[in-house]
């Protein structure tokens, strides 16, 4: 698969002057151009009906581009939404809404299942998803019976059982508990120390910003700001959005998790 | 979301969980046309067998009653209509020879509701669908694979509507909506909101498939006979000819 190469860092995402307008005349997105690099922890902030969700669905080929480009992996997202989707594994805000299979075990299957993989490669690729994320023994379970935070880590693993390079997640922590948050944290990080390129959107930026390499704010379909946390950060709340505590008290970024 | 409904897959490890599905489901066919057109003496003997594998499968039996009442609320009505007679009197009365007819028809309805209840509880969504598609493969003209993945939706979707039901019934409870005396403002109520979330869901639900590269061509269940599927057919077959003989 043929990615961009600048400065030394690979592209696997681009985007070029997208736009997005609603039925109803909103402007979801606004000449957005960014580009993400392979191994990059990316935070995508902004308020409710920033965009965010928006940008993300167009990453994943769920939405093409009205004007302007998406490609991934010097793909074009429309011409080939079906390659933009191997490549970029989304997980939804609503885990619920995501579980397809009647126990855990055919709910991770489901994506390889639909690459056309055999029997034994499904079997192994269910297995390493599972352990990748504690779910292991849970396989013959219902996936409606498991925790929130389960059902996260559930949603998580259907989507690295389809071995992407890029995994997308729309606001991860939202209806979770502080156990369920720190599990599905570190299991982020994990993901991210084993080389996968994460982006993450939330309006809740105190569990992530500490990890994040890089941090970009969305406002009114814009994005407004985009470079290191730590820059970022000043002066956030303009834009709808809390600022961690410990910048409050003037500590700088402090992790979540250890 | 937890307890969904009992009338959904549940992994076990029973027999008949053990079945090849498409020996699961010729059972039900053939099964299924045959209740319909058996005495008394078939209905017996299949409902001992089928209230005996529904013990095997480990399906709670008041769970089952409890989730299909408004299919038994049916059957009574069924009853009542077959059972009863005017007969030139201007009240009802009941008759002997029809109650028999009508309770006879009941009692096939329900046997032929329990097995298919009995293969979606013991059958997992993904293998009806290929047991489905190896049925329908035959047949000219019919798209087997997007046929069956259209049984197998509804059965994915069937759990989520009833809870989807619940949930707003319980909704519009706690808003008071028992106040209002016109039952059909309650029934609209209801049915809009109800329909809204279901639509709403069901577009999630395609989406996340979409998100996962979903198409017609994927990697199907391995199927495969073993000797349990040719005991239970050869008990199917003893069954229909005992239905042929008396």
Known sequence: MRCSRLNNLVSVIETKGLCCRFSDGTRALDDVTLSFSEGEFTVVAGANGSGKTTLLRHFNGLLLPQSGSVSVCGTSVKDDPFAARRQVGMVFQDADSQIIGDTVYDDVAFGPENLRLNHDQIRQRVTSALHDVNLTGREDKSPHNLSGGEKRRLAIAGVLAMAPRVLVMDEPFSNLDYPATRSILEHL??????????????????????????????ENGRVVRDGEPEAMVVGIERYGIRPPCSIQYGQGIKPWVN | MGELTTIGFKPGRSKIHRLDPRTKQLLVMVLGVTCLKAGSIFLAVTSVVLFWLVHLTGLSFFQFI???????????????????????????????????????????????????????FTTRTGDIRASLIWFLKPLPLVNERLAATMVGLVVRLLPLVLYQAKET?????????????NRLVRLTRFTITLFRRVFSRADELAESMQARCYNEHRTLPALAFKRDDLVAAGICVLLVSAAALF
């Open chain 2, 169 to 181: 019934g319980e909704a519009m409870r706690a808003r008071g909506i028992e106040k209002r005396k």
């Open chain 1, 189 to 218: 990080l994990k993901l991210h120390k084993a080389g996968h390129t994460i982006i993450i959107t939330t309006h809740d930026l105190e569990k992530i910003i500490a990890h994040a390499g890089r941090l970009i704010i969305m």
């Open chain 2, 66 to 120: 409890k989730e299909i009442r408004y299919f038994l609320a049916f059957l009574f009505c069924i009853f009542l209509v077959r059972a009863f007679s005017f007969d030139g009197d201007s009240y009802p009365v009941i008759v002997g020879g029809n109650a028999r007819e009508a309770a006879l028809i009941c009692w096939r309805l329900l046997l032929v509701v329990l097995m298919g209840v009995l293969l979606v």
